[in-house]
């Protein structure tokens, strides 16, 4: 149980991922365990603006785009260019260079006046120094119903870890509405009610 107070911002227990261990994560494994499309595709529509935080090597970004289409727009956030740098080339090499755009932010939120009909954070908001912060955030730049999908490692995180981070979205004004089922992650799926 969370016995923080409201008043003090979680702090990132776990560190950031080195950019170079995403090569462990993203490969033809992964594609075969977590398929873009089966996982977003019930949430993420042609003209779509999306945002991924902690894109990594961008393995859903570039599944975000498939799906968004050349009408929509993807933002893909991290706080190591390595990471922006793997996904831009991928993007370049799939033909979805015009639909991603890369966004280095510091950590400590997003920074850009968006609105948003979706977004994921996999594997990336226990890594965050203030995770409240960046969920206040998030539920900002969310159009009313739009859906934000939090994922997280099951066998990093655990369950009490992950239900301490669904509260803290719940604080930010989310409800939740699924738990939907991917091997070996937790998954909440939240949605933005009020403006």
């Known amino acids: 149980m969370n016995t923080m107070s409201s008043e003090q911002p ?12 995403a090569y462990a994560f993203d490969n033809p ?34 599944g975000m785009a498939r799906l968004t289409g050349k009408t929509g727009k993807v933002v893909a956030v991290d706080v190591q260019q390595k990471m922006l740098d793997k996904t831009m080339g991928r993007a370049r090499g799939d033909g979805l260079a015009d639909i991603i ?30 995770p409240r912060r960046l969920l206040s955030e998030l539920f900002g730049m969310l159009s009313p119903g739009g859906l934000f999908l939090l994922m997280e490692p099951g066998v ?9 981070e669904v509260a803290m979205a719940g604080a930010a004004g989310f409800i939740e509405v699924d738990r939907p089922r991917v091997i070996r992650q937790r998954c909440s799926l939240l949605k933005k009610t009020a403006p």
């Open 10 to 21: 979680e702090t990132n227990k776990h560190g950031v991922c080195p950019w170079w261990m």
């Open 29 to 62: 494994l992964r594609r075969l365990m977590h398929p873009p499309a089966r996982i977003l595709g019930p949430y993420v529509q042609e003209g779509m603006t999306a945002l991924d935080l902690g894109c990594g090597f961008g393995h859903y970004s570039l």
């Open 101 to 130: 755009q890369p966004l280095l932010c510091d950590g400590h939120g997003i920074g850009l006046p968006l609105r948003l009909d979706f977004a994921l954070a996999s594997n990336s908001l226990h890594e965050t120094p203030d």
């Open 156 to 164: 990093h995180l655990r369950q009490e870890e992950f239900e301490a």
